[in-house]
Nanobody, 127 residues
Framework: EVQLVESGGGLVQAGGSLRLACAASGLTFNPYTIGWFRQAPGKEREGVSCIGSSDGSIYYADSVKGRFTISSDNAENTVYLQMNSLKPEDTAVYYC????????????????????WGQGTQVTVSS
């Protein structure tokens, strides 16, 4: 059984940092793409970042470029999302997801490209 478990969420003041982790069991990262998505109250879920385990390609949403960094520890089957300079608008439930194959620059944000999803972790940024 494949499981993705997110951790590291919490409450932080604007300008602060958090590091999310996505630990996978039941699959090996290669050849999956691991993506981070988020859903704020009343909004649709959106792609935040992804990393291709086989080719190392990385993509970010424009809203987080320069502030968030995604990385992967394939030996530990864990993907991290380092979030710096957090803003109140980053408040959301953050989900990680795994999809087979390498990510594409235009389609990595599409939820249906991902086969497995975690339960999410809450990130709240206070102003």
């Amino acid at each position: 059984e494949v499981q993705l478990v997110e951790s590291g969420g919490g409450l932080v003041q604007a300008g602060g940092s958090l590091r999310l982790a996505c630990a996978a069991s039941g699959l090996t990262f290669n050849p999956y793409t691991i993506g981070w998505f988020r859903q704020a109250p009343g909004k649709e879920r959106e792609g935040v970042s992804c990393i291709g385990s086989s080719d190392g390609s990385i993509y970010y949403a424009d809203s987080v470029k320069g502030r968030f960094t995604i990385s992967s520890d394939n030996a530990e089957n864990t993907v991290y999302l380092q979030m710096n300079s957090l803003k109140p608008e980053d408040t959301a439930v953050y989900y990680c997801a795994a999809g087979l194959g390498s990510p594409h620059i235009t389609t990595w944000v599409l939820e249906y490209d991902y086969d497995y999803w975690g339960q999410g972790t809450q990130v709240t940024v206070s102003s």
